[in-house]
């Protein structure tokens, strides 16, 4: 199984949110708000990893 490393982020992602709603907060509705915002921001930050990087390879 071929995996890119966008993919593999995003599911490390997918998973580390899903932890992190868990244990982070008491009540079911936080937990699932707090767990996507915390995808959101690995996403976010895969997005600007990736443009830092494009940037110092040129």
């Known amino acids: 199984m071929q995996l890119s490393h966008f993919t593999a982020a995003a599911i490390f992602s997918v998973l580390a949110s899903t932890v992190f709603g868990i244990t982070q907060r008491e009540a ?28 110092l390879r040129r």
């Open 28 to 55: 079911p509705r936080e937990m699932v708000r707090y767990g996507l915002k915390c995808f959101a921001f690995f996403i976010g930050g895969l997005f600007v990893a990736g443009w830092a990087m494009w940037l």
